[in-house]
């Protein structure tokens, strides 16, 4: 507290009214806790909000973001347009990025179907950091986190369509519309995609009158020579199960499971207009996975693109298929560096870790090692799990090469175990984000994750390939 009142930013007067306001214990500094009271006069500062951080040495990054978001909230609430923070003095980098983050991401709201949209339910405010020294390295910084947070939201408004406006070719044209940042976009038709194999697509959007698409997006910021990093998507427009019907609770969620899929969107939107030297390669298997009488069935075996035959146990354990014919395509035709795919993949996934962990599974312990370290700086939960052998061992077929279902123990594990099937000796991670894709039973709340679609893991990766694109390993 005694930093702030050294500060250059305010006057004699403001001081005097902050002093006040503690010296009569009128404000403690818990934690969470604000106050705002108006200042009389006529200086430029009208409002003053004081926020609690609590104890110095537990304060951290997650912290700031969080009540940065309630602030900004607050000031939203109070019709606040315009307004400046002044943090504590030792400002760092971290701080800076949690701060912008906390703001931006609070202060999301999906309007678009909303006829009487009102500016005090999702007006802008003008929010200005104050620092005391190294102002333009912290602008810098601040503008690129502000980009990022506009990558998670753009990520959040295209997981929030709802299901009769977002079928897989709304994915491609969302995907086309990256051209304009330099990214190179090619979408496969289903004729495309059932001349070259990729039958696990084909079949599980047999089922639907909106043909599957298989988009592909292209960032070359790095050399010819170098090899990419491969993002991988799960995008199901709509998940009802297919023959194997979900059951009617909470169907309506099953929008979210394209949420893998435009996450990729939004990294690679992020990764262009950062102009990152590196070579980025975004793979999104879309399809609507429908009941009918052209659906895929029980007991169908799909030759998969890279040749291994999948019995199908169950329709609803579609996004492993799809997932899996990415993965081999992406391989074959890029051979990346590394890959990385997330998806809505499991409920066991929940069942294990909870609607706020992603559960991570992979193959390459130094790679999972750096994304985990990243994750504890961007509030973005992850917990690797094991695959073992044992695992391996659930998912073998009797007539075919494996099965698409493990039986209920390990669920989570047992779809990466499928997927490890189709990704060769690259490095790999799998990132199942069903808990953490968007706000749902179990979810913690928190000021930056406003209701609806997360935008889950584009922060984390954006960040996992900045480092890498500085060189770190
Ligand atoms: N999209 C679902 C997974 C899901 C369920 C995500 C609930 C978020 C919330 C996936 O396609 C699916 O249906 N998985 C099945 C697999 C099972 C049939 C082996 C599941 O988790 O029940
Ligand atoms: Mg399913
Ligand atoms: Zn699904």
Same mark, same amino acid.
């Given at each position: 507290?005694?930093?702030?009142?050294?500060?250059?930013?305010?006057?004699?007067?403001?001081?005097?009214? !902050?002093?006040?306001?503690?010296?009569?214990?009128?404000?403690?500094?818990?934690?969470?806790?604000?106050?705002?009271?108006?200042?009389?006069?006529?200086?430029?500062?009208?409002? %003053?909000?004081?926020? +609690?951080?609590?104890?110095?040495?537990?304060?951290?990054?997650?912290?700031?973001?969080?009540?940065?978001?309630?602030?900004?909230?607050?000031?939203?609430?109070?019709?606040?347009?315009?307004?400046?923070?002044?943090?504590?003095?030792?400002?760092?980098?971290?701080?800076?990025?949690? @701060?912008?983050?906390?703001?931006?991401?609070?202060?999301?709201?999906?309007?678009?179907?909303?006829?009487?949209?009102?500016?005090?339910?999702?007006?802008?405010?003008?929010?200005?950091?104050?620092?005391?020294?190294?102002?333009?390295?912290? $602008?810098?910084?601040?503008?690129?986190?502000?980009?990022?947070?506009?990558?998670?939201?753009?990520?959040?408004?295209?997981?929030?369509?709802?299901?009769?406006?977002?079928?897989?070719?709304?994915?491609?044209?969302?995907?086309?519309?990256?051209?304009?940042?330099?990214? &190179?976009?090619?979408?496969?038709?289903?004729?495309?995609?059932?001349?070259?194999?990729?039958?696990?697509?084909?079949?599980?959007?047999?089922?639907?009158?909106?043909?599957?698409?298989?988009?592909?997006?292209?960032?070359?910021?790095?050399?010819?020579? *170098?090899?990419? =990093?491969?993002?991988? +998507?799960?995008?199901?427009?709509?998940?009802? +199960?297919?023959?194997?019907?979900?059951?009617?609770?909470?169907?309506?969620?099953?929008?979210?499971?394209?949420?893998?899929?435009?996450?990729?969107? #939004?990294?690679?939107?992020?990764?262009?207009?950062?102009?990152?030297?590196?070579?980025?390669?975004?793979?999104?298997?879309?399809?609507?996975?429908?009941?009918?009488?052209?659906?895929? &069935?029980?007991?169908?075996?799909?030759?998969?693109?890279?040749?291994?035959?999948?019995?199908?146990?169950?329709?609803?354990?579609?996004?492993?298929?799809?997932?899996?014919?990415?993965?081999?395509? #992406?391989?074959?035709?890029?051979?990346?560096?590394? %890959? !990385?795919?997330?998806?809505?993949?499991?409920?066991?996934?929940?069942?294990?870790?909870?609607?706020?962990?992603?559960?991570?599974? #992979?193959?390459?312990? *130094?790679? @999972?090692?750096?994304?985990? *370290?990243?994750?504890?700086?961007?509030?973005?939960?992850? /917990?690797?799990?094991?695959?073992?052998?044992?695992?391996?061992?659930? !998912?073998?077929?009797?007539?075919?090469?494996?099965?698409?279902?493990?039986?209920?123990?390990?669920?989570?594990?047992?779809?990466?175990?499928?997927?490890?099937?189709?990704?060769?000796?690259?490095?790999? %991670?799998?990132?199942? %984000?069903?808990?953490?894709? /968007?706000? *749902?039973?179990?979810? =913690?709340?928190?000021?930056?994750?406003?209701?609806?679609?997360?935008?889950?893991?584009?922060?984390?990766?954006?960040?996992?390939?900045?480092?890498?694109?500085?060189? $770190?390993?």
């Amino acid at each position: 507290m005694s930093d702030i009142l050294e500060s250059k930013f305010i006057d004699e007067t403001v001081k005097a009214a !902050i002093i006040d306001v503690i010296e009569n214990n009128e404000f403690k500094g818990n934690f969470g806790s604000r106050m705002m009271f108006r200042l009389m006069g006529n200086g430029t500062i009208r409002k %003053i909000m004081l926020i +609690g951080l609590g104890e110095r040495e537990k304060f951290t990054d997650e912290k700031a973001r969080l009540i940065a978001g309630k602030a900004v909230l607050d000031a939203r609430e109070s019709n606040v347009e315009e307004l400046a923070v002044l943090p504590f003095s030792t400002v760092d980098d971290s701080l800076i990025e949690a @701060i912008v983050e906390g703001m931006h991401l609070s202060l999301y709201s999906f309007q678009r179907y909303k006829t009487n949209r009102t500016s005090s339910n999702f007006g802008p405010v003008l929010a200005t950091i104050l620092v005391e020294s190294d102002s333009e390295r912290f $602008q810098m910084i601040a503008d690129k986190t502000h980009l990022t947070s506009e990558a998670v939201n753009s990520t959040r408004d295209m997981c929030n369509l709802p299901p009769n406006e977002c079928p897989p070719a709304q994915i491609a044209k969302l995907a086309l519309a990256l051209e304009e940042f330099g990214i &190179k976009v090619t979408i496969l038709e289903r004729y495309e995609m059932e001349s070259i194999g990729l039958n696990g697509i084909v079949s599980v959007g047999k089922g639907s009158n909106n043909p599957p698409k298989l988009i592909v997006l292209k960032h070359s910021g790095g050399s010819n020579s *170098q090899k990419p =990093y491969l993002l991988v +998507g799960k995008a199901v427009t709509f998940d009802t +199960g297919g023959i194997s019907l979900k059951p009617g609770d909470k169907m309506d969620e099953m929008k979210y499971d394209k949420c893998g899929g435009c996450a990729v969107l #939004g990294i690679l939107k992020a990764v262009a207009l950062l102009g990152l030297k590196l070579n980025v390669i975004g793979i999104i298997p879309s399809v609507e996975n429908m009941p009918s009488s052209s659906s895929y &069935k029980p007991g169908e075996i799909i030759t998969m693109y890279n040749g291994k035959t999948v019995e199908v146990l169950n329709t609803d354990a579609e996004g492993r298929i799809i997932l899996a014919d990415a993965i081999a395509y #992406g391989i074959s035709k890029y051979q990346p560096k590394a %890959i !990385i795919d997330l998806a809505t993949l499991t409920g066991a996934a929940i069942i294990a870790l909870g609607a706020n962990v992603a559960a991570l599974v #992979g193959s390459d312990e *130094q790679l @999972i090692a750096k994304l985990i *370290q990243i994750s504890k700086k961007t509030g973005e939960k992850i /917990w690797e799990l094991p695959l073992f052998e044992e695992h391996h061992e659930q !998912i073998k077929s009797s007539i075919a090469d494996i099965k698409n279902i493990g039986g209920r123990p390990g669920g989570a594990i047992t779809a990466a175990a499928f997927l490890s099937n189709f990704t060769s000796e690259v490095p790999w %991670i799998h990132l199942d %984000i069903a808990g953490t894709a /968007w706000t *749902q039973d179990g979810t =913690y709340e928190k000021s930056y994750n406003p209701k609806g679609a997360t935008g889950f893991g584009v922060r984390t990766l954006i960040k996992f390939l900045i480092d890498r694109s500085n060189g $770190q390993v």
